[in-house]
C-alpha cells in the first residue's frame, strides 16, 4: 500500500476528518478502565473485531461505576458483559444478535432500530446516542507505522473519530486491511496489547431446501454484477451457487468466506465493477480465521467506513447492482419483516434492520436487482413464511414499494411494478404448497 491514504484518493466520501491529537500512549487494561468515567455512554465494537479483553474487564470491573451505557452491535461471542443482572449496564443495540437478545427479553437493553448508513450519525455529538468512548480493536502497526482496524471498520471508524476518548486493543491476531482502516497512532488516546482469538462466524451446513432456494436465487444474478450480501445460511448458499459466473464483483456491508472461494473459483474479479475496479468492497470482515488470513495486507480488498459501503450517494453509482438477503417472512404485499420471530410465547428480536434498507433502496434507485430470499416454511414446516399480512406489533424492514424479488425453494416472484393481486398471487405461487390455500 503506498502512503497516499483511503480518503486521499476517496475526498468524497463524506467521513469525518481525522482527529491526530490525541496522546497515543501505551498503557495497561486498568489505564484504559480509568478513561470510562461513571455514567458515560460507551461505544463498543462488534462482530469479529469485538475488543473482549476490554469486555470482560468492564464486566468483571462493574462496581467501579453505578451507571454505564453500552453502545454496540452485533455480537457473536458471548462475553461476561452480557450476563444478566446487567447492573450498572444499559444496552442500547445497534443490531442484536443471539447473544444479546436475552437482554432485550429481560429489558436490560433497547434496540435502536436505524439503518447501518445511519449508525455513525446517531452515535454523532449532539446525537441520541453520542458517546463518550470508543472502544476499538486493531493490529500492531506495520511497516508504515499505521495501526489497521482490521476485520472492523464501517461505522467504527466514524464513531472514534468522533468521539472525546479513544481506547483500542492492540491484538497480533487482527489482520491488517486496508482502506479507510489504516490508522495512524496519534488517532487513540491509549492502546492495551492484548492477545486473544477474534470472533468467528462459521458457515452452517445448508440442506436441500436451501440448495432450491440458492440455484433459483442465483439464476437471477447476471455475469459482471456488483453483489452486495447478508450474513446466514441463505446468503452463503446463493453465493456458493455463484461460482460458475464470471466477472462480479463485491460492494457490500461485509466480506466473508464467500467471497475467498468465489477469488479461487475465478467467479469474483471486481473487473466489470463502475469503480473501485478489481477492488472488494465491504464496511466489515465476517468469518473464519481463514478469512481473516486471507484479508491480512490484500491488496484487493478495501474496508471501508459506512458512509461509503451503505451510503446512498455511492451505491447509487454501483453498475449491475444486485443486492441478496435473507427474510424471516413475506408478506402478500411484498413488505417484509427481517428482525422479529413469533411464536406461541411471544414474539422476540432476533436482529436489527442492519444493511438491508440500505440495500433495497439503492438496487430500486439504481436499476439494480434486490433478492429477498427464504424457505418457504420455518418451525419444521409447521410455520408458513409467505404470510397474509405481517402480524401487529412486527415492524416492517424492507417496505412494500421496495419488493423486488421473493425467492423460496419453489420459485422466484418478480413483485417490482405489479398490483397488489397480483404480487399476491405470485407470492401464493412460492409459498409451500401445504399453505396455499390459507394465504388469502
Known amino acids: 500500500m503506498s502512503d497516499r491514504s483511503w480518503e486521499d484518493t476517496h475526498y468524497d466520501a463524506g467521513i469525518p476528518a481525522r482527529n491526530t491529537t490525541r496522546a497515543g500512549a501505551v498503557g495497561s487494561v486498568d489505564d484504559a478502565l480509568a478513561l470510562i468515567g461513571d455514567g458515560d455512554r460507551v461505544h463498543v465494537a462488534y462482530s469479529c473485531a469485538a475488543p473482549l479483553t476490554l469486555m470482560d474487564a468492564l464486566a468483571a470491573n462493574r462496581d467501579r461505576w453505578t451507571a454505564l451505557e453500552i453502545v454496540s452491535g452485533t455480537q457473536h461471542e458471548q462475553s461476561p458483559l452480557f450476563d444478566l443482572p446487567a447492573e450498572p449496564f444499559r444496552f442500547r443495540l445497534l443490531q442484536p444478535s443471539a447473544v444479546t437478545s436475552p437482554l432485550v427479553s429481560a429489558g436490560a437493553a433497547d434496540v435502536v432500530a436505524v439503518p447501518l448508513s445511519r449508525f455513525a ?50 491484538n497480533p491476531r487482527m489482520p491488517y486491511t486496508f482502506g479507510a482502516t489504516e490508522v495512524d497512532r496519534s488517532e487513540f488516546d491509549l492502546l492495551v496489547e492484548v492477545e486473544h482469538e477474534l470472533p468467528e462466524v462459521v458457515r452452517q451446513d445448508f440442506g436441500d431446501v436451501e440448495e432450491a432456494v440458492a440455484h433459483h436465487a442465483a439464476s437471477e444474478v447476471p455475469d459482471g454484477a456488483t453483489l452486495q450480501f447478508g450474513i446466514g445460511r441463505i446468503p452463503d448458499a446463493i ?18 468466506d464467500a467471497c475467498v472461494d468465489l477469488v479461487e473459483a475465478g467467479a469474483l474479479t471486481g473487473s466489470a465493477k463502475a469503480f473501485d475496479v478489481n477492488k472488494i468492497v465491504g464496511g466489515v470482515v465476517i468469518g473464519s480465521r481463514r478469512c481473516f488470513d486471507w484479508v491480512d495486507r490484500n491488496p484487493d480488498v478495501m474496508i471501508v467506513p459506512s458512509a461509503y459501503s451503505h451510503g446512498l450517494g455511492t451505491l447509487l453509482r454501483l453498475s449491475r447492482f444486485v443486492a441478496i438477503n435473507s427474510v424471516v417472512e413475506v408478506a402478500l404485499d411484498g413488505s417484509a419483516n ?70 423460496t425453494e419453489f420459485g422466484v416472484a418478480h413483485l417490482a411494478g405489479m398490483a397488489d393481486t397480483e404480487r399476491a398471487r405470485r407470492l401464493r405461487a412460492i409459498a409451500h404448497p401445504e399453505f396455499q390455500s390459507t394465504l388469502s
Open 338 to 407: 427481517a428482525t422479529h420471530i413469533s411464536s406461541s410465547s411471544g414474539t422476540r428480536v432476533v436482529s436489527g434492520p442492519g444493511g438491508q434498507p440500505d440495500f433495497a433502496t439503492a438496487a430500486a434507485a439504481n436499476g439494480g436487482i434486490s433478492i429477498m430470499a427464504l424457505t418457504s416454511t420455518a418451525a419444521r414446516g409447521r410455520v408458513s413464511r409467505i404470510v397474509p399480512s405481517l402480524a401487529t406489533g412486527i415492524p416492517v424492514t424492507t417496505p412494500h414499494w421496495l419488493a423486488d424479488r421473493v425467492v
Open 121 to 170: 450519525a446517531v452515535c454523532a455529538p449532539g446525537a441520541p446516542l453520542a458517546c463518550d468512548v470508543s472502544i476499538v480493536q486493531v493490529s500492531p502497526p506495520g511497516p508504515e507505522g499505521r495501526f489497521s482496524l482490521g476485520t472492523g471498520g464501517a461505522d467504527a471508524i466514524e464513531i472514534m473519530r468522533q468521539t472525546p476518548v479513544v481506547v483500542a486493543e492492540v
Open 239 to 256: 453465493m456458493a451457487k455463484l461460482a460458475g459466473h464470471r466477472d462480479l464483483g463485491v460492494h457490500s456491508g461485509m466480506i466473508g
